[in-house]
């Protein structure tokens, strides 16, 4: 296993540590219907099924000094904060007489297990954008409320939000981060293992709605996940991008490439974490329509474990569904 790997792992890097091939499969399958996983670092949880870290939030700038004077002590300025893990679960249940039936009765109880793997990754995948604890207690926080406020003067990590001029309720937002154990990195409890958990629970007796009893076949599935951001300049939201507006060439609406150049601009100069940059179905039809129309671009496609990797900059762009194209208008 490569140092970056071991430092910086990602979920099929845990899996190769465990050294057991199903997780394997199931990252694959949940890798490609959420790509925000294929960057997404991960670390065990200092904190049962949380994890505290301290944020800094400002640091010491010096002060110049004439002989025979002093200087002022200073501090950076630092604030603790504590993530939670959410407990994602879910169940599977075939009847034991169809799974008797088919012909490849494995296979075919695969497939329907492979249904909440997709659908539990985009649970996920919503939720590491949307999610708010507050608002739903049982689950974690993602990015969108914590890049949320561009005009009040209290949070720091404004600068990192790009205005791209929506006003209404069809907006969408591009995001650029940094993974890595200092900035950005998924949480999982602690004691724990990372990425979803399937577990068979073989045949059992259920009942119908009616009270009926028949017998099932029933897969258990878990997840036990959280982000934390450490550093809010690993994180750029371009936010308000009106869907409706967006032309192909840029002469209405946004011209995305040059938002994706000044949200580059934003992120730190030095750091060893994976960079990519996630954005919807919509947006990336649009970036490859703009591309065409516009020749200084920077903009490559690569070849990468046999699909096809966009880059910017030398940046991946992933896809992800789970960012709307229904946001309210970032203030």
């Known amino acids: 296993m490569s140092v970056i790997a071991q430092l910086q792992p990602t979920l099929m890097d845990l899996a190769a540590r465990y050294g057991q091939t199903p997780e394997s499969a199931v990252i694959e399958i949940l890798s490609a219907s959420n790509e925000l996983l ?9 904190d049962g099924s949380g994890h505290k870290t301290t944020i800094r939030t400002g640091l010491p700038k010096g002060a110049w000094r004439l002989l025979n004077y002093g ?6 300025a630092t604030a603790a904060v504590r993530d939670t893990c959410g407990l994602l679960e879910s169940y599977s249940e075939v009847d034991k007489q169809l799974y008797d039936m088919e012909q490849n009765p494995q296979e075919w109880r695969a497939s329907e297990d492979a249904a909440f793997v997709e659908g539990m990754s985009q649970t996920m995948g919503e939720t590491l954008i949307y999610g708010n604890a507050r608002d739903t207690p049982a ?20 600068r990192n939000i790009l205005d791209a001029g929506g006003t209404g309720n069809n907006n969408t937002s ?4 940094v993974w890595h154990k200092d900035t950005v990195h998924g949480i999982y409890p602690k004691g724990t293992k990372a990425g979803l958990q399937i577990r068979n629970l073989g045949e059992v007796t259920d009942k119908d709605q009616n009270g009926l009893m028949h017998q099932v076949l029933r897969t258990h599935f878990v997840w036990n996940a959280g982000v934390t951001v450490r550093d809010w ?12 507006a967006l032309t192909k060439d840029a002469s209405a609406g946004a011209d995305l490439f040059d938002l994706l150049a000044q949200a580059a601009e934003l992120l730190p100069r030095k750091t060893s974490g994976r960079i990519a940059i996630y954005a919807n179905r919509t947006i990336s039809s649009f970036l490859r329509r703009q ?15 046999g699909r096809s ?13 789970s960012i709307l194209n229904t946001e309210s208008r970032v203030v």
């Open 38 to 46: 294929d960057d997404m670092v991960w670390v065990e949880a200092n």
């Open 291 to 305: 591309s065409v129309n516009n020749k200084n671009v920077r903009i490559t496609v690569e070849e990468q474990g």
């Open 233 to 244: 300049r690993a994180v750029v939201r371009i936010a308000n991008i009106d869907v409706v």
């Open 139 to 158: 689950a974690f926080t993602g990015f969108a409320p914590r890049f949320n406020d561009i005009n009040q003067t209290s949070p720091a990590n404004k």
């Open 71 to 76: 200087v002022p002590a200073e501090k950076s």
């Open 174 to 177: 591009i995001w650029f981060v």
């Open 309 to 321: 990797v966009t880059k910017f900059d030398g940046m991946p762009i992933r896809r992800v569904d």
